[in-house]
């Protein structure tokens, strides 16, 4: 049975850090195009970050150089490293298997980071 | 950088047709992919690649593009629809989601 575990998240000080970690199980992460997907309160789904099988990685331009996406493959199990946190960073943050011609599923239940002082 | 555009929100009648448009430059030549986000739940995928539904999503659910726009269509609305409704596609190295179409079922 596939299932994503998410875990990590919580309330965080303005330029604070947070790692969010995604679970795998059912597929190999290495095997993946593995993303991150986040959603403001009210507001609609953004793209934040993708990890390709090789190993290269992609941001949106609103967290380059601030978060860096990663996986173990011994544990199967995807990663969000978040610095330098701002107040507009809050958000649910999802993890998903992504794929160009087959979309994103499945999606982790998805995990609140709140950033305020 | 590239934009998806969709109506804020549509209503349907119970048991009655949804069409749920999304728009964006030259969309016809790129991966359309939809998905399905209930209220306090994560989205679901409920069409790929224009046209195709994952395993589990009913038939009632379909999908299709032309040059400028692509449809979502849900046949025989049910309550349970009443959702947000997400386009997506892959530009320049990056994903980009249209604004979200919230579906009210009446």
């Known amino acids: 049975e596939v299932q994503v575990l998410q875990s990590g998240g919580g309330l965080v000080r303005p330029g604070g850090s947070l790692r969010l970690s995604c679970s795998v199980s059912?597929?190999?992460?290495?095997?993946?195009?593995m993303t991150w997907v986040r959603q403001a309160p009210g507001k609609g789904l953004e793209w934040v970050s993708v990890?390709?099988?090789?190993?290269?990685?992609h941001y949106a331009d609103s967290v380059k150089d601030r978060f860096t996406i990663s996986r173990d493959n011994s544990n199967n199990t995807l990663y969000l490293q978040m610095n330098s946190l701002r107040v507009e960073d809050t958000a649910v943050y999802y993890c998903?298997?992504?794929?160009?011609?087959?979309?994103?599923?499945?999606w982790g239940q998805g995990t609140l980071v709140t950033v305020s002082s | 950088s590239y934009e998806l555009t969709q109506p804020l929100s549509v209503s349907v009648a119970l048991g009655q047709t949804a069409i749920i448009t999304c728009g964006g430059h030259?969309?016809?030549?790129?991966?359309v992919h939809w998905y399905q986000q209930r209220p306090g739940q994560a989205p679901v995928l409920v069409i790929y690649?224009?046209?195709s539904r994952p395993s589990g999503i009913p038939e009632r659910f379909s999908g299709s593009t032309s040059g400028v726009a692509a449809t979502l269509t849900i046949s025989r609305a049910q309550a349970g629809d009443e959702a947000d409704y997400y386009c997506?596609?892959?530009?320049?190295?990056?994903?980009?989601f249209g604004g979200g179409t919230k579906l009210t079922v009446l």
């Open positions: 030259n969309i016809g030549s790129k991966n």
């Open positions: 990890i390709y099988t090789g190993g290269s990685t």
């Open positions: 997506q596609v892959w530009d320049s190295s990056t994903w980009v």
């Open positions: 059912g597929f190999i992460v290495s095997h993946s195009y």
């Open positions: 690649r224009d046209t």
């Open positions: 998903a298997k992504g794929g160009l011609l087959t979309g994103f599923d499945p």
